[in-house]
C-alpha cells in the first residue's frame, strides 16, 4: 500500500498568512494527488486534483504543485474561514489512501 | 444537481451486521466509481473501498472479507454491508463519487455525502 505521510500535523496562523502543507507519498505517484478540506462535523471538500489542479468554485488563493513523492498545498493570505483541516490523497492504486491530515489553527 | 445521501448508520453491538445505503441523485452511480470513506471519532480519514463501473471492487485490508460494496443500478443507490462488525469500525461513513477527469487522467472525490453515524458497543 501506498502511505501519504503529511506535514505539519497542525500549524498556527493568523489571517493574510501564507501557509504550505507538504505530502510525501511512499512510492512515486505520479500527479494522482488531490487535496481536501474538512471543517468540523461537515463532509470533506475537494480543493485541488491532479496535484495542482483547482475544482471548481474553490478560491485562487488555494494552489497545489508536486510530481512523483513531493506535493505542497499552498493557502495565499489565509482567510477566516480557511482554518480547517487539510488532507491529502492519492489515487494512483487501491486502497486509495489518505494523508493523516494537518490542522490549522488561529494564531 | 449532484446529491449524496446515507443511510442505516446506528448502534450495533460487536459481531452484529449493518447495511449502509447511498443514494445518489443528479447522476448515475453505475457509471461511475463510488467510494466509501470512513472516519472515526476524533481521527482522520480512512478510504475504505471503492466500486469500480465494471463491477470490480477494492478494500482496505482492516475490512476485507467482512465488508461488502454493491450498487442497485434501478435505483441508484450505493450500499456498504459491514458484517462482523468490530468496536475498531466505529465512525461516521462517508459515500463519495469517484470521478474520472479526462484532461488529467486522474480520479478524485468530487461529491461528498453527509456522512452516517455507525456505533459498534455492547
Known amino acids: 500500500d501506498i502511505q501519504m505521510t503529511q506535514s505539519p500535523s497542525s500549524l498556527s496562523a493568523s489571517v493574510g498568512d501564507r501557509v504550505t502543507i507538504t505530502c510525501r507519498a511512499s512510492q512515486g505517484i505520479s500527479t494522482y494527488l488531490n487535496w481536501y478540506q474538512q471543517k468540523p462535523g461537515k463532509a470533506p471538500r475537494l480543493l485541488i486534483f491532479a496535484s495542482s489542479s483547482l475544482e471548481f468554485g474553490v478560491p485562487s488563493r488555494f494552489s497545489g504543485s508536486g510530481s512523483g513523492t513531493d506535493f505542497t498545498l499552498t493557502i495565499n493570505s489565509l482567510q477566516p474561514e480557511d482554518f480547517a483541516t487539510y488532507y491529502c490523497?492519492?489515487?494512483?492504486?487501491?486502497?486509495?489512501?489518505f494523508g493523516q491530515g494537518t490542522r490549522v489553527e488561529i494564531k | 444537481e449532484v446529491q449524496l445521501v446515507e443511510s442505516g448508520g446506528g448502534l450495533i453491538q460487536p459481531g452484529g451486521s449493518l447495511r449502509l445505503s447511498c443514494a445518489a441523485s443528479g447522476f448515475s452511480v453505475s457509471n461511475n466509481y463510488m467510494s466509501w470513506v470512513r472516519q472515526a471519532p476524533g481521527q482522520g480519514l480512512e478510504w475504505v473501498s471503492v466500486i469500480y463501473t465494471s463491477g470490480d471492487t477494492y478494500y482496505v485490508d482492516s475490512v476485507k472479507g467482512r465488508f461488502t460494496v454493491s450498487r442497485d443500478n434501478s435505483q441508484n443507490t450505493l450500499y456498504l454491508q459491514m458484517n462482523s462488525l468490530r468496536a475498531e469500525d466505529t465512525a461516521v461513513y462517508y459515500c463519495?463519487?469517484?470521478?474520472?477527469?479526462?484532461?488529467?487522467?486522474?480520479?478524485?472525490?468530487?461529491?461528498w455525502g453527509q456522512g452516517t453515524l455507525v456505533t459498534v458497543s455492547s
Open positions: 463519495a463519487r469517484d470521478q474520472h477527469r479526462y484532461a488529467s487522467g486522474t480520479y478524485q472525490l468530487d461529491y
Open positions: 490523497q492519492q489515487s494512483y492504486g487501491v486502497p486509495r489512501t
